[in-house]
């Protein structure tokens, strides 16, 4: 059963999620307001079926965490790698890479995922059990690596400001 304190604490996130998205489209597109408001429009709907995944009871059971993380990932695909790649078809790689900071965005995707791995595979407390009960357990080393995560993508956003004011 999950916990009710998981379903004050998790809806949390989804805000700011979403919020991370807006300079990467604000930046990504700029001057075009049609493609801005789509993506903001996408990504609100998507982060809204990550809650309804988070609240619903049919779905929120240990056994059906791959149907959450399927859902979290059309989240992620559809917020910030199909914003991305449709920036670099329509400007270029180097535009978008200096416009967008995409060094850093490939950069916080990495902390991500490997931060997501090590929760997935349950490492290291699966393969040394009870060694890791209280420091050094996944969940912990995923919330380690989003925060730098964070720290990486803060970078990018300041580089697309930092760009887009020197365009200016």
């Known amino acids: 059963m999950v916990s009710a304190r998981h379903h004050v604490r998790l809806p949390g996130h989804h805000p700011a999620d979403v919020g991370s998205t807006i300079p990467l489209i604000y930046y990504g597109f700029p001057g075009d307001t049609s493609v ?46 199909v914003p991305i790649v449709h920036g670099v078809l329509r400007f270029g790689l180097a535009e978008q890479r200096r416009r967008m900071g995409l060094g850093w965005i490939a950069l916080t995707a990495v902390f991500n995922a490997t931060g997501v791995l090590f929760y997935v595979l349950k490492f290291p407390e699966r393969w040394y ?27 990018a956003v300041l580089c697309m400001q930092t760009t887009r004011n020197e365009l200016q």
């Not at 982060?47 to 989240?75: D, E, K, Q, Y």
């Not at 009870?130 to 970078?155: L, P």
Request: a positive charge; hydrophobic letters at 55%; one cysteine or more.
């Open 36 to 81: 801005q408001v789509a993506y903001w429009t996408i990504t609100t709907l998507l982060a809204a079926l990550c809650s309804l995944a988070t609240f619903h009871p049919s779905i929120g059971g240990p056994h059906l965490g791959h149907v959450r993380a399927i859902i979290f990932g059309a989240f992620g695909f559809g917020s910030f790698i």
């Open 129 to 155: 059990t009870r060694r890791f009960d209280i420091w050094g357990a996944s969940h912990q080393i995923m919330h380690a690596m989003v925060v730098i995560a964070a720290f990486a993508y803060t970078k």
